[in-house]
């Protein structure tokens, strides 16, 4: 099974500050990564797929890069609402497989 | 707008079943696969069951597999998982999601969730 590595497990960050999360597949998945972030009592919600391209209304500061196993996503500024818990998602091996998650938290 | 809407879940002991339903709303619902994620209180995500578009093929999670099974009614934009022989192991949110694609895919919409809770 594809095993998702996400580090760190929880990241403090001040707003306005750039906060860089990353993601390690223990096999390629060539693009094939998404990243979610979950909010307390939400469901998930997509911000990027195919490893760099935002979903739809996903603000500029989100910026996902990597191809094959090392994959990153950036929030170049943090908002009050970024606050939450990101989650990464392989969809090219099967069984389809999401990191352990990174908390992102207010400094 | 996409929208999907879970329900049927609730407390139950184990060794019983539970069926739950996902209806969606807003897209074209036959011409997209449907998955079911869950993910346990506090803890990450875990893929449980596929179904592709046109009702043809099906997959489960090793966790589930023999003891879920999904099904999918496009006439009425619906897709079920029907549970039995539930484990204690089993209680998470559920979560219907929409695929990007007519089999495997990011996916770009999700359900509230509905919560199985298996106890005795």
């Known amino acids: 099974e594809m095993v998702m590595t996400q580090s760190p497990a929880t990241l403090s960050v001040s707003p306005g500050e750039r906060a860089t999360l990353s993601c390690r597949a223990s096999q390629s998945v060539g693009n094939n990564l998404a990243w979610y972030h979950q909010k307390p009592g939400q469901s998930p919600r997509l911000l990027i797929y195919?490893?760099?391209t935002r979903a739809t209304g996903i603000p500029a500061r989100f910026t996902g890069s990597g191809s094959g196993t090392e994959f990153t996503l950036t929030i170049s500024s943090l908002q009050s609402e970024d606050f939450a818990v990101y989650f990464c998602?392989?969809?090219?091996?099967?069984?389809?497989?999401f990191g352990q998650g990174t908390k992102v938290e207010i400094k | 707008e996409v929208l999907l809407v879970e329900s049927g879940g609730g407390l139950v002991q184990p060794g019983r079943s539970l069926r739950l339903s996902c209806a969606a709303s807003?897209?074209?619902?036959?011409?997209?696969?449907m998955h079911w994620v869950r993910q346990a209180p506090g803890k990450g995500l875990e893929w449980v069951s596929s179904i592709s578009w046109n009702n043809l093929s099906t997959d489960y999670a090793d966790s589930v597999k023999g003891r879920f099974t999904i099904s999918r009614d496009n006439a009425k934009n619906s897709v079920y998982l029907q549970m039995n022989s539930l484990r204690v192991e089993d209680t998470a949110f559920y979560y219907c999601?929409?695929?990007?694609?007519?089999?495997?895919?990011?996916?770009?919409?999700w359900g509230q969730g509905t919560l199985v809770t298996v106890s005795s």
């Open positions: 999601v929409k695929v990007q694609g007519f089999w495997s895919g990011y996916y770009d919409s």
């Open positions: 998602h392989q969809y090219n091996n099967w069984p389809w497989t």
């Open positions: 807003g897209f074209t619902f036959d011409n997209y696969a």
């Open positions: 195919d490893a760099s």
